[in-house]
């Protein structure tokens, strides 16, 4: 397909070779009711293959989260390995989430050896149920020590098991849960299906009060868009600061970028749109609900959004789609960039984490309705969020804190690192006459007529949008916008699950106190949404986010400001976030300080990469390139003043070359010196250290390296420019 792609000197893009004849793209066409889910141990395949009782058994685990009958486990085992044969598996692997925040796996054959001297495939109960990868050699801030190497997989059978084929077979993939042989969570999956039950009794609490009968289980669900950068691979294979930390480290702006907006929702090129279709053709088949495609603001950036499912296998699919597109990225030449920030100067990259909450009778608890000031259950739950996310607005940000995501937090195309709430006009107005006592009426939204008689009226939302806002009200749902793009979604719903269920318990027990009071259920809930409302309207902000009068507004107002990751990390281990995730059994103490020692050593780790790269870049190719251009100035110049020509220009720009070389040079012994200084022992102090000090003397090479890139003629400059990177698809 593509031919001596990094031998030749002159390297010709990938896009040059590609051609729609080396992709099949008539298996992308075919019938999505044919092929959804198809390699997906799905509800009807286990109906199909299992002994009646066996599936009674697993579905009340499955839809009621009554514990796990171990005696099924070998007619489960026996009924997934001949599904799972029956597709081409040969392997099958416990799929978990550690703490990297990516996935792991270990494939096992299904093939055991028999007393005949032959072989036969065999997959058990205890396979199924328990495996035992080494703990030590995943991150586990102390609960392991290196020489104690036990952890255990543990099925989660709420989560479908799948297939992944490839060129080389199939293996069966089964989601588990991942701990430590002490017993403590070592991954991202235990911690969430612990929060789902948190959210499930406090909720369950709740409704009994609203005299909900019909519900037996309530469950957080989660639609999560992925934001995305595509460039060619040989560019790619051609940037060392690409390749060994995903974002570009030196790149001075293009001619243009994003400045004319015709990249959003723009043409899709043709070659990009082959790879989305293969991506969604193995995501339908994988049981994937991908709903959305499209070009994002960026050039060079596009954007996968799936339809809601419960949490915890969003979740799992998240994980499955990240995977998936870096995979089928390489079929097209191509390489998927999810860094957050992977371009200096144009938008970055999120990953919008759409949550709600729902019961097993099917009541979205936040769907406002068409009255929302009279639909008490709505209004209760809503409150609750409202209070959850003013209440723990350091959880939050520690939710979306990663080195990738400080470049884009803040800039004018994400949220701000302050977190708030947008609500929308209709229910604005709502709470503000909830906070005055009663809420009598809501706003109607009406019909937007849009002046021609051939244009039909279009139904008008009852509230606008708000880019800026990190925690947005979008109709049936909260829209949490901060969340980086290279980021598990695990761990935010853990948070969000937890707080949630800690102010719907708080509320719940404010509203058992006013009924004893009140003369009627409407008013002691009126009282109890009344106060809250006046407790928490500081963290509501329908305004710009972007603005300086937001910061100092939020700043009167007591809201947190922690304007960089390790202020966030900082927070995570507070008294109140302790007990609040003890109470709640999602994290003990132990847990929580691990996970805390996690993020602040993935920080330091992510950022000395980047510095070690940067560095090398400086010394082998930045400065070689422009001690290049610069001999040739010079040589141009004595060249000149020998046939009498007086080349002022050319020597000014020498001149001005060498001013950049000589500055280059310093700043390149600052960052070394920096780095070379950055403290050894305590954690945190590394962090706030390489923070303080080998960030911004990265940023100040950065800007010296960029003019003496606008300088160098490309004939000189070994490095893929933007304008290539972006723009060549």
């Not at 009554?66 to 029956?86: C, F, H, N, R, S």
């Not at 009663?438 to 051939?454: F, P, Y």
């Not at 106190?513 to 902000?541: R, Y």
């Not at 700043?555 to 990751?565: F, I, Q």
Request: with cysteine.
């Amino acid at each position: 397909m593509l031919h001596n792609r990094f031998s030749s000197s002159e390297i010709k893009a990938a896009s040059q070779d590609w051609t729609t004849q080396n992709t099949p793209m008539k298996k992308y066409t075919a019938d999505i009711n044919s092929i959804f889910g198809e390699l997906t141990y799905s509800l009807e395949v286990m109906e199909e293959k299992l002994p009646k009782n066996v599936f009674k058994s697993l579905l009340a685990t499955i839809d009621r989260g009554e514990p796990l009958d171990p005696t099924v486990a070998d007619a489960v085992a026996l009924g997934m390995k001949e599904w799972a044969i029956e597709h081409g598996a040969t392997h099958y692997t416990h799929w978990f989430q550690p703490l990297t925040g990516t996935t792991a796996e270990k494939h096992d054959s299904f093939i055991t050896p028999n007393k005949g001297g032959g072989a036969m495939a065999k997959f058990s109960g205890k396979e199924l149920i328990q495996g035992e990868p080494d703990a030590s050699s995943f991150p586990s801030g102390g609960l392991r020590a290196t020489f104690e190497a036990r952890g255990y997989t543990a099925w989660d059978p709420t989560s479908p098991a799948f297939i992944v084929k490839n060129h080389h077979g199939a293996t069966l993939c089964i989601p588990t849960a991942f701990a430590s042989w002490t017993g403590e969570a070592l991954d991202h999956k235990t911690p969430l299906l612990r929060s789902i039950e948190a959210l499930n009794s406090s909720s369950l609490e709740a409704l009994e009060l609203f005299g909900i009968e019909d519900a037996t289980k309530v469950f957080s669900t989660v639609g999560t868009e992925q934001e995305y950068f595509l460039v060619d691979e040989e560019y790619f294979y051609r940037r060392p600061d690409l390749i060994a930390t995903g974002r570009t480290l030196f790149g001075t702006q293009p001619p243009r970028g994003q400045e004319m907006d015709d990249h959003y929702f723009g043409s899709i090129p043709e070659r990009i749109l082959a790879y989305m279709a293969d991506v969604e053709y193995q995501m339908y088949r994988q049981g994937i609900p991908v709903q959305t495609r499209h070009n994002e603001v960026a050039p060079g950036q596009y954007e996968f959004a799936p339809l809601f499912e419960h949490a915890n296998i969003a979740c799992d699919h998240q994980q499955m789609i990240m995977q998936t597109m870096k995979n089928t990225a390489r079929k097209y030449g191509l390489v998927c960039l999810l860094h957050e920030k992977p371009f200096a100067g144009i938008n970055g990259s999120g990953k919008h984490n759409n949550w709600s909450m729902a019961t097993d009778s099917g009541i979205n608890l936040l769907e406002p309705g068409d009255t929302p000031h009279s639909n008490k259950l709505f209004l209760f739950f809503c409150t609750a969020v409202i209070k959850a996310v003013h209440e723990n607005q350091d959880l939050l940000r520690v939710a979306c804190a990663s080195a990738g995501n400080d470049h884009r937090l803040g800039a004018n195309e994400a949220p701000p690192a302050i977190m708030s709430i947008f609500l929308g006009d209709q229910l604005e107005d709502v709470y503000n006459q909830l906070e005055k006592g009663t809420a009598s009426k809501s706003k109607k939204s009406g019909l937007l007529g849009l002046g021609s008689q051939v244009l039909p009226p279009l139904p008008r939302h009852s509230g606008d949008r708000n880019r800026t806002s990190p925690f947005a009200f979008t109709g049936n749902k909260f829209e949490f916008r901060a969340v980086g793009s290279d980021q598990t979604v695990s761990f935010t719903n853990v948070v969000l699950n937890t707080i949630a269920a800690q102010a719907i318990k708080e509320l719940t027990a404010d509203l058992r106190a006013a009924l004893k009071k009140a003369k009627t259920f409407d008013k002691a809930l009126e009282t109890v949404l009344s106060n809250a409302i006046k407790a928490h309207k500081s963290i509501l902000f329908g305004g710009d986010g972007y603005s300086d009068d937001w910061t100092k507004e939020a700043a009167k107002r007591g809201l947190l400001n922690l304007r960089t990751s390790p202020d966030a990390f900082a927070e995570f281990k507070a008294k109140k976030n302790l007990d609040l995730f003890k109470s709640h059994k999602v994290f003990n103490r132990r847990e929580v300080i691990a996970r805390q020692e996690i993020m602040f050593e993935q920080y330091s780790q992510t950022l000395t990469i980047e510095a070690d790269c940067m560095a090398n870049m400086a010394r082998k190719h930045i400065m070689p390139n422009a001690v290049s251009y610069m001999k040739e100035l010079v040589n141009t110049v004595v060249a000149a003043q020998a046939t009498g020509i007086h080349a002022s220009g050319i020597a000014e720009t020498a001149e001005t070359l060498n001013e950049l070389i000589t500055t280059f040079k310093t700043e390149l012994d600052t960052l070394a010196d920096a780095k070379n200084n950055i403290p050894d022992g305590d954690i945190e102090k590394q962090a706030m250290y390489i923070r303080d000090e080998v960030v911004p003397a990265m940023h100040k090479l950065r800007i010296t390296g960029d003019l003496i890139e606008k300088l160098v003629p490309k004939n000189l400059w070994d490095l893929p420019s933007y304008e290539e990177m972006l723009f060549i698809k």
